[in-house]
Structures are given as structure tokens and as C-alpha cells.
């Protein structure tokens, strides 16, 4: 197997491998993908006399102070082929691209991935703390006003965040987010607070309970707004992943590259 950088020539197979390991995903939504966000980002492949093992695809935004990086989405290799150490290559491929081109690599792994990038050598960095709210009669003397967040919006608004240790996705890389969100019917809104202060919000709702995973709203702001979120979706609870204060139970964010250096910093992400 080798590995390399793939174009468009490539996704009719990229498609049947995701596919294979991504059943749950509708046609449409494996469209969509390759319309709008490929033409984007990096495709990392690893091939076999032409054909697809494997892949991952590399996000371009910028982490901590300033930091370019790659941001590691939907790697995968076919459900046969696996056990063959094809994925670990294509990591190892992937961590040089981005180390050629100057950018840290950064990787969102499922809870039992952990110690499998562990033992690549990848270290446990981000963390984020986790609220509840429960629905309660309590009306807030806050006004609130929800309206469509457009990209450029969201850009602009994570631009103030991003030195704090949020991801600053590309511009374009908004718009496709900001898509991927409506399609599959989560929740990506502006926030007017007292007809002054602005805040975006990305959440899901998950059967009876609406989870916001990224925010740039504080935690008194999100406390005092949770009744109307919860009502607007019509949920019973509300949970918000938040940057860490002292004491706070930490939650595993993510697993950056093992090349990174800097001291631990913190952040919520709103790709999974």
C-alpha cells in the first residue's frame, strides 16, 4: 500500500468505502459531503494498484495562539481490510503532510479509540467541562432573541474565541459546517442578547435533550438561556460543553498530534 494525496477522480470509490463504514449515512448526506466540502479539504488515501484501502480527510483551521492545523475527519478504512496496520500507515502519512506544510494535526477519536492513538503516541490535551439544566418554570429577566447564523457571522465570532482555545475553522469550512448541521436538523442560531450582545451556539437534540456542543455564550448566560432553548426545541433538559475552570469534572475533547508541543489548552469542537 502506498499512501497519497487524492482529487475528485477519486470519489466514486471514496464514496463506496464510506459507504462500507459509514452504513448509517444516506446518499444524499455522502453527496452533499462530496459537493461541498471535498473540494475543501485534504484527502489523504492509501492505495493498492489504484484502488482504496483507506482514507482520512484533513479539515484546514487554525488552534491555540495563532496555530494552522489539520483537523482529522471520517478516517476509515474497509471493514475486510482492517487488521492490517493499512490505517496506522495512512496516520503516519497524514501527521508528515501536515508537518510539511506547517500545520499540527489534531484528532476527535470515539472513546474507545483513545488508547489506540495513545500508543501512536498521541497525548491527551483538550478538555471541556460539562453542564445540565433541567427545564424549570423560572423565566429569566434576560432577553433573548434567537436568528439564523450565517457563516460569516459564525467566522467573525469565533475569530474573538480562538486565541482562548477554541478551533477557528476557514471561512469556507463554516459554510460547509453550518450545512452538515441543517442537514441532518441540528441547531446552529445567533444570539441577541439584550438587543446588544451576540453569541453563536451549535447544539443537536437528542431525544429529550438538547446538547450544545460548542457555544460562545458564558456559563451564567447559558443557565439563564436553557428554558428557552429547551422550549424553542421542544426538550426537557439541556446539556453545554464549556472551557474548564478550577475544580470542573473534565471531559476528553480530543487527542492532538503527537508533535505538539505547547502546555494543555482547551477546547469544544462542533464537528464529530
Keep these: 500500500m502506498i499512501c497519497n494525496i487524492v482529487g475528485k477522480e477519486y470519489i466514486p470509490q471514496l464514496k463506496e ?3 462500507d463504514c459509514y452504513p448509517e449515512d444516506s446518499s444524499d448526506y455522502i ?5 461541498e466540502a471535498f473540494p475543501k479539504i485534504k484527502c489523504v488515501a492509501g492505495l493498492d494498484n489504484n484502488k482504496i484501502i483507506g482514507v482520512i480527510y484533513l479539515f ?12 482529522f475527519y471520517a478516517g476509515a478504512v474497509f ?3 482492517r487488521g ?13 503532510h501536515s508537518r510539511d506544510m506547517g500545520r499540527e494535526f489534531v484528532c476527535h477519536p470515539l472513546p474507545h479509540l483513545i488508547d489506540f492513538y495513545e500508543n501512536m503516541g498521541f497525548t491527551e490535551k ?3 467541562a460539562q453542564l445540565s439544566y433541567n427545564l424549570t418554570g423560572i423565566k429569566s429577566e434576560i432577553k433573548f432573541k434567537m436568528v439564523d447564523l450565517t457563516a ?4 467573525t465570532m469565533m475569530r474573538k474565541t480562538a486565541g482562548r482555545g477554541y478551533i477557528l475553522w476557514d471561512s469556507e469550512i463554516m459554510d460547509y459546517i453550518l450545512m452538515d448541521y441543517k442537514f441532518i436538523n441540528g441547531i446552529c442560531r445567533k444570539i441577541i442578547v439584550n438587543d446588544k450582545e451576540e453569541y453563536y451556539i451549535f447544539a443537536r437534540k437528542e431525544t429529550d435533550c438538547i446538547k450544545i456542543t460548542e457555544t460562545s455564550m458564558p456559563p451564567k448566560l447559558i443557565k439563564e438561556f436553557a428554558n428557552e432553548l429547551i422550549n424553542e426545541y421542544n426538550g426537557n433538559k439541556l446539556t453545554a460543553q464549556v472551557f474548564l475552570n478550577e475544580g470542573d469534572e473534565k471531559h476528553l475533547s480530543c487527542v492532538s498530534s503527537k508533535h505538539i508541543d505547547s502546555s494543555t489548552k482547551w477546547f469544544t469542537l462542533i464537528m464529530f
Design 17 to 19: 468505502l464510506w459507504k
Design 31 to 35: 453527496d452533499m459531503f462530496f459537493n
Design 60 to 71: 484546514p483551521c487554525t488552534i491555540l495562539d495563532g496555530m494552522p492545523a489539520f483537523y
Design 79 to 81: 471493514r475486510s481490510l
Design 84 to 96: 492490517n496496520g493499512y490505517y496506522r500507515k495512512i496516520i503516519d502519512f497524514a501527521i508528515k
Design 126 to 128: 483538550y478538555y471541556h
Design 152 to 155: 460569516q457571522e459564525a467566522f
